[in-house]
Nanobody, 117 residues
Framework: QVQLVESGGGLVQTGGSLRLSCAASESNLSHYVMGWYRQAPGNQRELVAIITRGGGTNYAALAKGRFTISRDNNNNTAYLQMNSLKPEDTADYYC???????????WGQGTQVTVSS
């Protein structure tokens, strides 16, 4: 079982920035595709961004141009840099790891992001 711990959430004003981190217990995180998802109260969880083992990225429209996903396999950590935050970005943000061979998926418990208007 891979343990994922998100951090970096908090309260920011519209237009502000936050940098989320996802620390993994897995010592070979290079075997995993990493992703960030978010879920606002009453809504379904939605994709924000994913990053492959080699650093290729894919962004949902909501994140394109504002958010940047990255990873440091040496430190077993994934990141989500969020700029130009809007109130609609308010949600719990979750990290997901998917093993490329087995397909097993693991989720963190989330970190709260609140953007005030």
């Amino acid at each position: 079982q891979v343990q994922l711990v998100e951090s970096g959430g908090g309260l920011v004003q519209t237009g502000g920035s936050l940098r989320l981190s996802c620390a993994a217990s897995e010592s070979n995180l290079s075997h995993y595709v990493m992703g960030w998802y978010r879920q606002a109260p009453g809504n379904q969880r939605e994709l924000v961004a994913i990053i492959t083992r080699g650093g290729g990225t894919n962004y949902a429209a909501l994140a394109k141009g504002r958010f940047t996903i990255s990873r440091d396999n040496n430190n077993n950590t994934a990141y989500l840099q969020m700029n130009s935050l809007k109130p609609e970005d308010t949600a719990d943000y979750y990290c997901k790891a998917r093993h490329r061979m087995s397909g097993e998926e693991y989720w963190g418990q989330g970190t709260q992001v609140t953007v005030s208007s």
